[in-house]
C-alpha cells in the first residue's frame, strides 16, 4: 500500500511540473533581447615589450582599494606548498558565526599571533580560532586566491607570514615545506 501510494504521489507531482512548464513555455516566442549597458574602461596605455603588465581580478574593478592588483608568482616559485594556518575571522568575512570580533579586532589578534608563531606553530594553532590548523597539507598553483597565493609561494620553508586578509578572515600562515 505504502508503495503503491508513493509511486502515485510521484506520477502526480510529474504531471504538475509538466503541466507548469507547458503552460508557460509551450509555444511562447523568445522575448526580445533585454539590452546589456556597455562598461566603458579607458582605452589601453602601451607599455614597453620589457614590462609586465598584471591583469586585475574580477573584484579589483569593482573598487580598486579592496582588492589590489595582484603579482604573477616568478618563474622559480615552487608548484607546491605545504602550509599551516591560523585563522582570525570577523563579522562578515565567510564562514564567520554571527558573534565574531569586529575585522579591526581579528587583525590585532592576527597581528599578535605573529611572534608566538613564530616560536611555536603548534602552541599558536591552540590559541587562534577553529579552523586553525598546524598542517593544512599541499596547495598547487592556482588553488588560493592570486593575492594569498602570491604572499604563500615566496614565503620560505619554515618561515611564518605577517597577516593575510582573505575572504575568510585574516590568515597568518607557516610554510610546512
Known amino acids: 500500500m505504502q508503495r503503491s501510494s508513493t509511486v502515485a504521489i510521484g506520477v502526480l507531482l510529474i504531471a504538475v511540473v509538466v503541466l507548469l512548464v507547458w503552460r508557460t513555455g509551450a509555444g511562447a516566442r523568445p522575448s526580445a533581447p ?46 607546491s606548498v605545504r602550509l599551516g594556518v591560523l585563522l582570525f575571522q570577523y563579522r562578515g568575512a565567510q564562514f564567520a558565526p554571527a558573534s565574531a570580533r569586529s575585522k579591526a579586532e581579528a587583525l590585532v589578534a592576527a597581528k599578535a599571533a605573529v611572534e608566538p608563531a613564530r616560536k611555536s606553530f603548534k602552541a599558536a594553532v591552540k590559541s587562534a580560532d577553529p579552523g586553525s590548523v598546524e598542517d593544512a597539507g599541499k596547495f598547487a598553483q592556482g588553488v588560493l586566491e592570486p593575492s594569498i597565493e602570491y604572499e604563500v609561494f615566496l614565503l620560505p620553508p619554515g618561515a611564518v607570514s605577517d597577516p593575510i586578509e582573505t575572504p575568510r578572515g585574516y590568515w597568518v600562515v607557516k610554510r610546512v615545506e
Open 34 to 79: 533585454v539590452p546589456v549597458p556597455s562598461l566603458h574602461l579607458p582605452a589601453p596605455s602601451f607599455a614597453p615589450p620589457a614590462l609586465s603588465l598584471a591583469l586585475p581580478d574580477a573584484s579589483s574593478l569593482a573598487d580598486p582599494e579592496l582588492a589590489p592588483l595582484h603579482k604573477p608568482l616568478p618563474r622559480n616559485a615552487p608548484k
